[in-house]
């Protein structure tokens, strides 16, 4: 007690203050720099990048063959030898196609690496690899060198683009309502790494932040 009644209490310095102008601190609750990082230098999961990337090649390809009945969809073991076999084609489909939808796939083949515990230059060779299995084996019709590389490229740029921008949406201490709608912003910045959250349990678990 002080000389006017108002109870003190110690910091860890050793100062006293009144208990009035110290922090509120939740029952149970972990100090913020005892919580563990679970984006703090993750461990890479190949298997879990792998089928990430195989999930994005087989559901837009389903959706096509199957429901759509695209003709560049039919893809049979014929295709596939033929797109092993003959020239690369230069494809002139419209621009949204080829500069928008191609980048934006890519970028869920490098956030599919980049989620699962890679770096960006680990993640850099995932957009051209995804853009080759689809070319060769993805559709029907020749592989197109400009959607090789605006795939690939494009999906590099896209990818880290919107990994930092989730990154600033997302608040690992964050709890309740401002968690779930952190949560959801950064899943509809970046699905690939919302499917992987989600799935791993780190979309309501309390952790620190990393350092960047």
């Not at 919580?35 to 792998?50: G, S």
């Not at 500069?99 to 980049?114: D, L, V």
């Not at 989600?198 to 350092?211: I, K, M, Q, W």
Request: hydrophobic share 40%.
């Amino acid at each position: 007690m002080n000389r006017t009644g108002a109870a003190l209490s110690i910091t860890e310095q050793g100062v006293a203050y009144p208990d009035w102008a110290l922090p509120a601190v939740v029952p149970g609750a972990p100090a913020s720099d005892t919580l563990p990082c679970q984006d703090c230098n993750p461990p890479k999961r190949f298997w879990a990048a792998f089928g990430t990337l195989m999930l994005v090649q087989l559901i837009p390809h389903f959706v096509n063959a199957n429901l759509r009945g695209v003709v560049w969809a039919e893809v049979s073991v014929q295709s596939i030898k033929n797109n092993l076999v003959y020239p690369w084609q230069w494809d002139d489909n419209q621009f949204l196609n080829n500069q928008f939808s191609h980048p934006y796939q890519g970028n869920f083949y490098f956030n599919a690496a980049r989620a699962n515990g890679y770096n960006f230059w680990q993640s850099f060779a995932w957009p051209f690899a995804g853009s080759l299995m689809w070319e060769i084996a993805g559709e029907a019709w020749a592989p197109a060198p400009n959607d090789f590389l605006n795939t690939g490229f494009g999906g590099v740029v896209l990818g880290e683009t919107f990994c930092r921008l989730s990154s600033l949406a997302l608040d690992n201490t964050a709890t309740g309502s401002e968690r779930t709608w952190r949560e959801i912003g950064g899943a509809l910045l970046n699905p690939i790494r919302g499917f992987n959250r989600l799935v791993r349990g780190e979309t309501s678990r309390v952790a620190a932040n990393p350092p960047d």
